[in-house]
């Protein structure tokens, strides 16, 4: 178990693993994950610096529909696999808000070229709806819900 994320949240780095094993988190080769829009969104629990952490993929980044919650940019991406893993996702980071909650976590995908052509903007991007306990782990996610790329 990850000593990164606090015991009273009951969230480890085995949920990622486990996402992989069920096919919810697909493995993908080389860098593809930080590329194309934003997909494969899912939170992950509380980290034991008190901040919650969403895991997802793509050229972009992710905000808390409803909440006026800025992203902590205090990390940069080395030091964000150092402390949750290199499970070939970009994390983000935000202030705890009050549990239990439901929250939506929403994409938000910069148009880009690349080795795989273009992408714009999606006109609906892909989001998240999760339910949190009072220790701050997910209780649900609507993960299915998620676009993978290529689609």
């Known amino acids: 178990e990850s ?23 697909q493995p993908i080769t080389g860098r593809e994950w930080m590329n194309g829009p ?12 008190g901040r919650m952490v969403v895991a997802y993929r793509g050229l972009g980044n992710v905000y808390i529909q409803g909440h006026y919650l800025e992203e902590y940019g205090d990390t940069n991406w080395r030091e964000q696999n150092r ?13 705890l808000i009050s549990f239990p909650n439901t ?8 148009p880009h070229s690349g080795w795989r052509g ?3 903007k999606p ?13 701050g782990a997910p ?11 290529p689609y």
Request: proline share 1%; charged share 15%; glycine share 8%.
């Open 38 to 49: 934003i997909r494969d969104i899912y939170y992950l629990g509380v980290s034991s610096e």
């Open 123 to 135: 006109a609906v991007e892909t989001s998240a709806y999760v339910k949190i306990g009072a220790d």
């Open 118 to 120: 273009s992408v714009r």
């Open 83 to 95: 402390k949750y893993g290199d499970y070939e996702c970009w994390y983000a980071e935000f202030p």
């Open 139 to 149: 209780t649900f996610q609507n993960m299915w819900s998620n676009k993978h790329w």
């Open 3 to 25: 000593a990164l994320f606090s015991d009273s949240a009951g969230m480890n780095l085995s949920v990622l693993f486990s996402l992989l094993l069920v096919g919810a988190f």
């Open 103 to 110: 929250i939506t976590i929403v994409g938000n995908t910069l």
